[in-house]
């Protein structure tokens, strides 16, 4: 069995601390078992191990994201590069091409799709490793994983069985699909024994690789990854499973939720409080999420969230919040925070001005013992100005040690890499026609190669 885990979705709907950059599954907001914060993607990882499946597993994620995946978990961890967001089903198919082509897994092997943002017991997992067994015994196209609703949501997809099962199965046939009912025709759908789509799909490798072959997909995955964004933008379930002749589901009767809002990701969130702030004790239900630096209270408001982050403030009834996204849709601005492997960054200030010519400043944090790649850039210069801790940089393969208070300039076509000894704080300042991250060609991102060609 091969695992793909689904984490390139944008989250928009936990604005303000969501955005291209940091998607939703890497918000630090969970609790841990031990208290500690987590995000949505290390706690799935740290079940998916407890279970025996980290082995199995491939990331699917965006460019952009490969750092942050490595950053929360591990740069070991096997990940498959969407060249663009363009929905589950480009994703799933891009990902089994990876499979097929480059990982050399089998056309008989079982592929399961999880989904990166479901709050599940452990014992979610056990079921999952049942529906290889399942597509052998049903001989199904494709199996699902379906929860037993607690009450009748209007938010959620279901999944219709037919009434008939024989004795001894482990699963029933899909009569028909149903998304987001209205809630009295949710609970006529729960009165049939109807599950809650989970979003996970299960089938053998070659019924996908058929399948694109009809649709005159390549199998190759690099060619498909320049063809990417000819495939349609739509979701596995309405391209694939609706369509299939033959799909079975495997019903789940623990905790499952969807905590792609802010009122369902409130409810496991370890505190009400996150970041510098306070609540009034006539606030009941209420949850801060701030990441300024400034504090925010919160009086006499029940039930609501407030959510601050350079990106923006957000302040809502919790039953609300899932009309977020729509809300939101039309707000257009760079990411103002982002996390990397080697540390993370807030923008403080953005300038453009009549000639073209654009400011950046960054607050910089670079984990001791990290490193950025060994790179430059075409359109802008860089000035920085260290606050705290102590490293050693690279420039132009010449290396120096560099503490508190230097200031260093790094002219647009110089190479140059920075590494934390101790933690290292720092402004950066960048001054050019642009200054986007697409204005940055690296070379290499291990110290150790760079250290080779440093001249002494």
């Known amino acids: 069995m091969k695992i793909i885990l689904l984490s390139g979705g944008s989250g928009k709907r936990l604005w303000p601390l969501s955005n291209d950059l940091r998607s939703k599954q890497f918000l630090k907001v969970l609790s841990g078992t031990r208290g500690e914060p987590e995000s949505m993607v290390q706690r799935i990882w740290k079940q998916l191990t407890e279970s025996s499946l980290d082995k199995s597993v491939f990331i699917t994620t965006g460019r952009a994201q490969v750092d ?30 990876y499979l097929y082509s480059i990982a050399n897994v089998d056309l008989n092997e079982t592929v399961v799709v999880l989904p990166v943002d479901s709050y599940v017991d452990n014992s979610f997992f056990e079921t999952v490793k049942g529906l290889d067994r399942i597509l052998e015994t049903s001989g199904a196209d494709i199996a699902l994983v379906g929860a037993k609703p607690t009450y009748p949501s209007e938010k959620y997809g279901y999944i219709i069985p037919r009434a008939e099962k024989k004795t001894g199965e482990s699963f029933q046939r899909v009569a028909f699909f149903k998304e987001k009912p209205q809630e009295d025709q949710a609970q006529q759908y729960i009165e049939q024994g109807a599950l809650w789509n989970c979003g996970v799909f299960a089938f053998k490798l070659n019924y996908l690789i058929q399948m694109l072959i009809e649709k005159r997909v390549s199998i190759q995955y690099e060619e498909l990854s320049k063809q990417y964004a000819n495939l349609s933008k739509i979701s596995f379930d309405y391209e694939v499973t609706e369509k299939a002749k033959h799909v079975v589901v495997a019903s789940y009767e623990g905790d499952w939720k969807d905590l792609g809002t802010w009122n369902t990701l409130t409810e496991h969130m370890g505190s009400a409080i996150t970041g510098h702030g306070f609540i009034s004790h006539d606030s009941v239900g209420s949850h801060l999420v701030n990441e300024l630096d400034i504090p925010v209270a919160v009086l006499g408001l029940s039930h609501i969230v407030v959510a601050a982050s350079p990106d923006g403030i957000l302040v809502t009834e919790k039953s609300a919040s ?54 430059y850039h075409l359109y802008h210069d860089e000035f920085w100005t260290f606050l705290s801790g102590s490293g050693e940089v690279i420039i132009q393969d010449q290396l120096q040690h560099v503490k508190a208070g230097d200031v260093l300039k790094i002219p647009a076509g110089t190479l140059h890499s920075i590494r934390a000894i101790e933690h290292i704080e720092l402004i950066e300042v960048q001054s050019g026609t642009s200054v986007t991250e697409e204005d940055t060609v690296r070379l290499t991102l291990h110290w150790a190669e760079m250290v080779q060609s440093v001249v002494y």
């Open 322 to 375: 899932p009309r977020l996204k729509e809300f939101i849709q039309h707000i257009d601005q760079r990411p103002m925070y982002e996390e990397r492997r080697w540390g993370s960054y807030r923008v403080l200030d953005y300038q453009k001005c009549n000639d073209n010519h654009e400011v950046l400043t960054k607050r910089i944090r670079i984990h001791s013992g990290k490193n950025s790649s060994y790179h």
């Open 68 to 97: 942050m995946v490595h950053s929360q978990l591990s740069s070991h961890v096997p990940i498959i590069v969407e060249p663009e967001r363009r929905d589950t089903f480009p994703a799933i198919a891009l990902a089994s091409v």
